[in-house]
T-cell receptor
């Protein structure tokens, strides 16, 4: 049974470039979360979806960040244009109702 | 205001001994859930244990137990018989407003090092 799949695992890009992070949640999980982890700010919730609908995007840092979930098996987090301060590990996680979150292995982004 | 507070940035424990990692939380919602996750150096987030606010008994999962003191708003993780593989970052997290949302808020974490 595959877990949450994130791609790419590592991304190095230059400032100003567009970055797209992808997530395939576990089948049947109706909640999907995007978190960002940095040394300074810890684990921050960026946005979460329920049944493909964005519920709370108050954690999205600014308009350069956008997230979509076109169907139950796929979500993207896009940063355009990217900046060095966006360097972080981005986690996708899913859950059913009030259960625990199942995390992907994360996408490590480095913006030069 | 901090929802989840983990006051111990780092802890050391001798192999085979027990260790307690502290977590206090802040909520006015009567319905909430508390979680502990482990993050080893490889980076993945591993779910360890869950405690619901209405649960009468403290949660246990193998060597992990949760010392839930509702009146004090604390949910400390106890790891018994520590192993070298327990060396990792440990995060406490809370889900509140369970009827209206489902997001987890995480504490800053505690780094645990198990010494041989």
């Amino acid at each position: 049974d595959a877990g949450v799949i994130q791609s790419p695992r590592h991304e190095v890009t230059e400032m100003g470039q567009e970055v797209t992070l992808r997530c395939k949640p576990i089948s049947g999980h109706d909640y999907l979360f995007w978190y960002r982890q940095t040394m300074m700010r810890g684990l921050e919730l960026l946005i979460y979806f329920n049944n493909n609908v964005p519920i709370d995007d108050s954690g999205m840092p600014e308009d350069r960040f956008s997230a979509k979930m076109p169907n139950a098996s796929f979500s993207t987090l896009k940063i355009q244009p990217s900046e060095p301060r966006d360097s972080a590990v981005y986690f996708c996680a899913g859950s059913t109702g009030g259960g625990e979150l199942f995390f992907g292995e994360g996408s490590r982004l480095t913006v030069l | 205001a901090q929802k989840i507070t983990q006051t111990q940035p780092g802890m050391f424990v001798q192999e085979k001994e027990a260790v307690t990692l502290d977590c206090t939380y802040d909520t006015s919602d009567p319905s909430y859930g508390l979680f502990w996750y482990k993050q080893p150096s490889s980076g993945e987030m591993i779910f360890l244990i869950y405690q619901g606010s209405y649960d009468q008994q403290n949660a246990t999962e193998g060597r992990y137990s949760l010392n839930f003191q509702k009146a004090r708003k604390s949910a400390n993780l106890v790891i018994s018989a520590s192993q070298l593989g327990d060396s990792a970052m440990y995060f406490c997290a809370m889900r509140e407003n369970m009827e209206y949302g489902n997001k987890l808020v995480f504490g800053a974490g505690t780094i645990l090092r198990v010494k041989s």
